[in-house]
């Protein structure tokens, strides 16, 4: 990682921290924050609830490239690209009101981008002197990938028997930061079997095996296409903590 890319990421946090700061507040007491920052009240404090959700979600799409920059270029460059938009917003066409906003994201902007230009300019040049292709770090993974059996993936499903039923909350406050975490692992962590840790979405769930198989006609191709049939592994899991009957419950497959 260059010296450059190192700064980059910390402009980059910098940002997200700053989104943070701003937008959870305000998802749970819109005025009370605007208040707090001596913005104007909103008369409609549903829809300032709203944007900073969004601003919180869009948020996390910029963490891989807080990470490594030249690894995930996209996300690099959407988080420095996506400040303006919302300083003309707020210095411009909506003049007048909330003009905090539209400071925050152009004093980022003004922060983010030359660090990004530097950090694109400095990027690590394949090595000609090697034998071989050359290879791009920018495109090593962090684990190698060299796939797992069937029967690997069962033996390590199916291994261990639990003393009691276990029982996880999933997302919450508390576990926000283990989320980011685990998120920025998981684009990086490509093996199929990983050491043991809580699921933080759909925690509880359960898993099955059998045969995928296909009898019908389909307009897919590949293992969505008639006749194709192979072994699998499923997990059927359940969205939120209420686990028991007679709660409404989301379910998912994976």
């Given amino acids: 990682m260059t010296r450059s890319a190192i700064w980059f990421g910390r402009a980059m946090w910098l940002g997200i921290l700053i989104d943070w700061a701003l937008g959870i507040p305000a998802i749970v007491d819109p005025n009370w924050t605007l208040h707090l920052l ?3 009240q909103s008369p409609n404090p549903q829809w300032v609830a709203f944007a900073a959700m969004l601003v919180i979600m869009l948020s996390f799409f ?3 490239g807080a990470f490594d920059p030249y690894r995930y270029s996209v996300s690099a460059w959407l988080g420095v ?14 003049l007048g009101q909330y003009p905090i906003f539209g400071l925050v994201d152009l004093g980022l902007f003004l922060i983010q981008f030359p660090l990004l230009v530097l950090t694109m ?3 690590p040049r394949p090595d000609i002197t090697a034998i071989g292709p050359p290879v791009d770090p920018r495109k090593q993974d962090v ?12 033996e390590a499903v199916f291994s261990g028997v639990y ?6 909350r999933g997302l919450g406050l508390a576990t926000m930061l283990q989320f980011i975490n685990a998120s920025a692992r998981n684009l990086a962590d490509k093996r199929d079997i990983r050491p043991c840790y809580d699921k933080l979405i759909h925690a509880n769930g359960i898993c099955y095996t059998g045969v995928w198989r296909i009898d ?3 307009p897919y191709t590949g293992y969505f296409a008639k006749g194709s049939e192979g072994l699998v592994i499923a997990r059927l899991s359940v969205a939120g903590p209420q686990l028991t009957h007679g709660h409404r419950r989301a379910f998912g497959i994976a």
């Fill in 143 to 154: 684990f190698e990938y060299d796939g797992s059996t069937f029967a690997e993936v069962r």
């Fill in 62 to 64: 910029y963490i891989p």
């Fill in 38 to 40: 001596r913005q104007p």
């Fill in 216 to 218: 019908q006609d389909s």
């Fill in 121 to 123: 300019r400095a990027a």
């Fill in 163 to 168: 003393a009691q039923l276990p029982f996880h």
């Fill in 81 to 94: 690209l996506a400040r303006p938009p919302g300083s003309l917003f707020f210095l411009w066409l909506y």
